[in-house]
């Protein structure tokens, strides 16, 4: 599914220069990272703003549970949405970027994680994440087994599990090690489940067996 909406045009490269610009609501925009046009949703309010958000779960209406070309060219609607694997590399193959990622829970407690820098490999290195050096946030540090992963899918295994695909076992596509720590394109569930990972999981914060309500991920230029 391919997300239409009313989208604001702008030279600018990223979220964070829109808003020095004066734009200052969260909504979608036209960037242009490398003089190209890329339609991202900019969050303007969260810890100062700027943020490019890459990914989105808010209500289940979009299945995350897709094959490698739908994680590369990106999927979903105006609440729920993974901006894709090469749009991401787009961006972040330039300058030197932090990742926030932020988690509601079923109780509207809320979460969050920061680091240092994230970047994606092309697709050549199968969208391999480097991620930077945690820097604080009450949701703990879920995500340092996925450093130096590459990206895999339910029909491209590129994880270090000898004997199953990740990306089968805990559904949707991630940087997956053998296999999860962290995992935020699993089913919607909302709250505690049986099987340990298949949800919206981050497990310094509420363990494998509880699936956030709400998860963001966003990146924001540093330099």
């Known amino acids: 599914m391919m997300i ?4 604001v045009s702008s030279g600018a490269k990223d ?10 609501i969260s909504d979608w925009y036209t960037i242009y990272p490398d003089g190209k046009p890329m339609k991202v949703y900019c969050d303007m309010h969260t810890d100062g703003g700027g943020w490019i958000v890459f990914h989105r779960r808010w209500d289940g209406s979009v299945d995350f549970t897709r094959n490698w070309k739908s994680y590369k060219e990106g999927f979903g609607s105006r609440h729920e949405f993974w901006l894709g694997n090469d749009k991401i590399y787009r961006l972040t193959i330039h300058d030197k970027w932090e990742l926030r990622v932020d ?5 509207a ?22 991620l930077g050096h945690f820097t604080g946030g009450n949701a703990g540090d879920a995500l340092v087994q996925h450093n130096n992963m590459k990206f895999t899918t339910f029909d491209e295994d590129n994880d270090e599990h000898g004997t199953v695909n990740c990306g089968v076992q805990h559904r949707g596509g991630w940087w997956f090690k053998s296999c999860v720590s962290a ?23 509420k363990g494998d067996h509880y699936s956030f309500e709400h998860a963001e991920m966003k990146i924001r230029v540093t330099v």
């Open 183 to 205: 995992h935020l394109n699993g089913l919607y569930i909302k709250g505690e489940h049986k099987d340990s990972n298949v949800g919206i999981n981050w497990f310094t914060a």
């Open 15 to 24: 979220c964070k220069e829109l808003l020095e610009r004066g734009a200052h």
């Open 4 to 7: 239409t909406f009313l989208f």
């Open 103 to 107: 988690l509601h829970d079923s109780e």
């Open 109 to 130: 407690l809320k979460y969050f994680a920061k680091y240092a820098s994230f970047k994606l490999l092309g697709e050549c290195e199968k969208f391999k994440l480097l």
